[in-house]
């Protein structure tokens, strides 16, 4: 895929999307710290569940952490592995409150320092809460990216560098955020729904689909 193809995609994407952001739900970096620790393996709307109990008790490091194991566990024991997140998040709060002022840190080095956090949760809070130019490459951006021929690499890292250097710059701060929810709900998984694609032909995709298929994928 060339330069021009390239930018003609970012451009259709920015049209029909202006202002593209998380479909999690937040009030703060915290806020969204949290939430991002919580949606691995789960879906953004199982976690805004969980949080819209959870948030209005506490939303600090300092009030999570008040809450302890236990108490945490009872407000998100319907999200995957919440048993595991619940200890991350405890300690995580503990060490935001010992080494950041009760704060989150754009910065990477520290953000993976903290219990539960990788390099794509980092990259989600850098780039939503930070507007840093990151790519946190989960598994739609991954297939996105290439399926279509944008980026394509074998591993998630290998992802994330390509687009990192093949994304045209105006677009690297939004371009994670449009890859994603094109991932979702559009170039989904099993068939993708070439037929109300804005990118249908723009995209390198061999095996493209007839018709728009129903229903929906996360």
Same mark, same amino acid.
């Given at each position: 895929?060339?330069?021009?193809?390239r930018?003609?995609?970012?451009?259709?994407?920015?049209?029909?999307? $202006?202002? $593209?952001?998380?479909? =999690?739900?937040? &009030? &703060? #970096?915290?806020?969204?710290?949290?939430?991002?620790?919580?949606?691995?393996?789960?879906?953004?709307?199982?976690?805004?569940? #969980?949080?819209?109990? =959870?948030? @209005?008790?506490?939303?600090?490091?300092?009030?999570?952490?008040? *809450?302890?194991?236990?108490?945490?566990? &009872?407000?998100?024991?319907?999200?995957?592995?919440?048993?595991?997140k619940?200890?991350?998040?405890?300690?995580?709060?503990?060490? *935001?409150?010992?080494?950041?002022?009760?704060e989150? @840190?754009?910065?990477?080095?520290?953000?993976?320092? =903290?219990?539960?956090?990788?390099?794509?949760?980092?990259?989600?809070?850098?780039?939503?809460?930070?507007?840093? @130019?990151?790519?946190?490459?989960?598994?739609?951006?991954?297939?996105?990216?290439?399926?279509?021929?944008?980026? $394509?690499?074998?591993?998630? *890292?290998?992802?994330?560098?390509?687009?990192?250097?093949?994304?045209?710059?105006?677009? *690297?701060? /939004?371009?994670?955020?449009? =890859?994603?929810?094109?991932?979702?709900?559009?170039?989904?998984?099993?068939?993708p729904?070439?037929? &109300?694609?804005?990118?249908? /032909?723009?995209?390198?995709?061999?095996?493209?689909?007839?018709?728009?298929?129903?229903?929906?994928?996360?």
């Amino acid at each position: 895929m060339n330069k021009a193809r390239r930018q003609e995609i970012f451009e259709r994407l920015r049209n029909a999307n $202006p202002q $593209p952001t998380t479909e =999690l739900h937040y &009030s &703060s #970096a915290f806020e969204l710290l949290i939430a991002v620790i919580l949606s691995a393996q789960a879906t953004d709307k199982g976690v805004n569940k #969980a949080t819209a109990r =959870l948030f @209005p008790v506490a939303h600090t490091a300092q009030s999570i952490h008040a *809450l302890g194991v236990d108490g945490l566990k &009872s407000y998100i024991r319907t999200i995957g592995l919440y048993n595991s997140k619940a200890e991350n998040i405890i300690k995580t709060c503990a060490i *935001l409150q010992r080494d950041h002022g009760g704060e989150v @840190p754009a910065d990477r080095a520290a953000l993976e320092a =903290l219990p539960g956090v990788g390099r794509k949760t980092a990259n989600v809070v850098l780039n939503t809460a930070f507007g840093q @130019p990151t790519m946190a490459v989960d598994t739609h951006i991954f297939r996105v990216a290439n399926r279509t021929g944008i980026a $394509p690499g074998k591993t998630v *890292l290998a992802v994330e560098k390509r687009l990192m250097r093949v994304v045209p710059k105006e677009f *690297l701060i /939004d371009a994670h955020h449009w =890859l994603i929810l094109h991932g979702r709900y559009t170039c989904i998984a099993r068939k993708p729904r070439c037929g &109300s694609c804005l990118i249908e /032909d723009l995209c390198e995709y061999r095996d493209k689909t007839a018709h728009e298929t129903t229903g929906e994928e996360r």
